[in-house]
């Protein structure tokens, strides 16, 4: 899964893809660590009780709605 996603918007089109990702491809981003990253290797996200794993769902909630919101706008400027 690549992330962020490439963008294609060749002329003529009616509407524009201007959504770099979902909630999916966020929450898939965010739960991977850096090539360099040893501070969290040792850390496994867990569906209980995990308020790490839940402000990084929470994150990627936020980043989909502001990408949803983002392409809306600019479909109205078209």
Known sequence: MTHPRILSNPPGLAALDYRVGDYASFRHALLQALPDEAALAEWHPTADGDLALQLL???AYLADILTFYNE???HEVL
């Open 72 to 74: 809306r706008a600019i």
């Open 57 to 59: 769902e929470w994150w």
